[in-house]
T-cell receptor, first 114, second 113 residues
Framework: DTGVSQNPRHKITKRGQNVTFRCDPI?????LYWYRQTLGQGPEFLTY????????KSRLLSDRFSAERPKGSFSTLEIQRTEQGDSAMYLC????????????FGSGTRLTVV | GDSVTQMEGPVTLSEEAFLTINCTYT??????LFWYVQYPGEGLQLLLK?????DKGSNKGFEATYRKETTSFHLEKGSVQVSDSAVYFC????????????FGQGTRLTINP
């Protein structure tokens, strides 16, 4: 197992375009989290899944954001009508519910909206 | 809501110096506490953790003790190396439920040879 994989590593898009990011968690992990990290700040929680169910969404996740985890495996995060304020690093992490807080983070997708 | 406050950076030290990065937290319950490290161009890695009061987490020569009375979890290392240069994040999490992490703003550490 190679850990949590995120694609693409970098994405540059024009304002108003839609973008989609993918996260492949560690295969046996049943929890998957999305965080957003802006320059000079710590990551902020966006949403999480347990298996295929999305159990919590942060108020940071506006209507333009949607996340899915079909079949409880990989997850996608889509941002519609991107704005310059969406420019950030988007981090994915996975864990086992049964493990005491054993998150594994991916390397992230850096989004730049121009 | 829960929050974490870290020592302002950046911090620059010489090799073999003693390191302390301060971290205090505010939480309604009894959270677990963590230090994560982010090396240049890499993802976040768990450095150490402590799940209850007076626990000491340790890894790679780094240590931090969960102090409930002062709501602190300061990171220390006796002798830093150039390879320790990175950004360090203090974080807390509920032990139940979503177990989502609340991070501090990070402290950039640079070690000069």
């Amino acid at each position: 197992d190679t850990g949590v994989s995120q694609n693409p590593r970098h994405k540059i898009t024009k304002r108003g375009q839609n973008v989609t990011f993918r996260c492949d968690p560690i295969s046996e992990h049943n929890r998957l989290y999305w965080y957003r990290q802006t320059l000079g700040q710590g990551p902020e929680f966006l949403t999480y899944f347990q298996n295929e169910a999305q159990l919590e969404k942060s108020r940071l996740l506006s209507d333009r954001f949607s996340a899915e985890r079909p079949k409880g495996s990989f997850s996608t995060l889509e941002i519609q009508r991107t704005e310059q304020g969406d420019s950030a690093m988007y981090l994915c992490a996975s864990s086992l519910v049964e493990t005491a807080l054993g998150y594994t983070f991916g390397s992230g997708t850096r989004l730049t909206v121009v | 809501g829960d929050s974490v406050t870290q020592m302002e950076g950046p911090v620059t030290l010489s090799e073999e110096a003693f390191l302390t990065i301060n971290c205090t937290y505010t939480a309604t319950g009894y959270p677990s506490l963590f230090w994560y490290v982010q090396y240049p161009g890499e993802g976040l890695q768990l450095l150490l953790k402590a799940t209850k009061a007076d626990d000491k987490g340790s890894n790679k020569g780094f240590e931090a003790t969960y102090r409930k009375e002062t709501t602190s979890f300061h990171l220390e290392k006796g002798s830093v190396q150039v390879s320790d240069s990175a950004v360090y994040f203090c974080a807390l999490s509920d032990r139940q439920g979503a177990q989502k992490l609340v991070f501090g703003q990070g402290t950039r550490l640079t070690i000069n040879p």
